[in-house]
């Protein structure tokens, strides 16, 4: 079994940064394959960043490209997601992400909001 648990979200003035943190545990984590995801309200969910080390560079999502960063600690089992330059129109929970032997791992999420 693979647990994922995000923490690091809070208030914070447009302009502000935040450091999210997704740890993982269970036999099987690993950090090969790791995604952020956020629901904004009324929104769909949006994939913002993802890390697959075998595969080279991170993607980031064209809207926080160039104010957004994904990283990883092997061993921390533990998956970063910097944000600077926040805006209004980050709020949201986000959640990190994995996919391990086809099975499909969410953590609980962690509001991020983002006042002007």
């Known amino acids: 079994q693979v647990r994922l648990v995000e923490s690091g979200g809070g208030l914070v003035q447009a302009g502000g940064s935040l450091r999210l943190s997704c740890v993982g545990s269970g036999s099987a984590f690993n950090l090969n394959d790791m995604r952020w995801f956020r629901r904004a309200p009324g929104k769909q969910l949006e994939q913002v960043a993802r890390?697959?080390?075998?595969?080279?560079?991170?993607f980031i999502a064209d809207s926080v490209k160039g104010r957004f960063t994904i990283s990883g600690d092997n061993a921390k089992n533990t998956v970063y997601l910097q944000m600077n330059s926040l805006k209004p129109e980050d709020t949201g929970v986000y959640y990190c992400n994995t996919i391990i032997d086809q099975i499909d791992y969410w953590g609980q999420g962690t509001q991020v909001t983002v006042s002007s």
């Open positions: 890390m697959v080390p075998k595969y080279g560079g991170p």
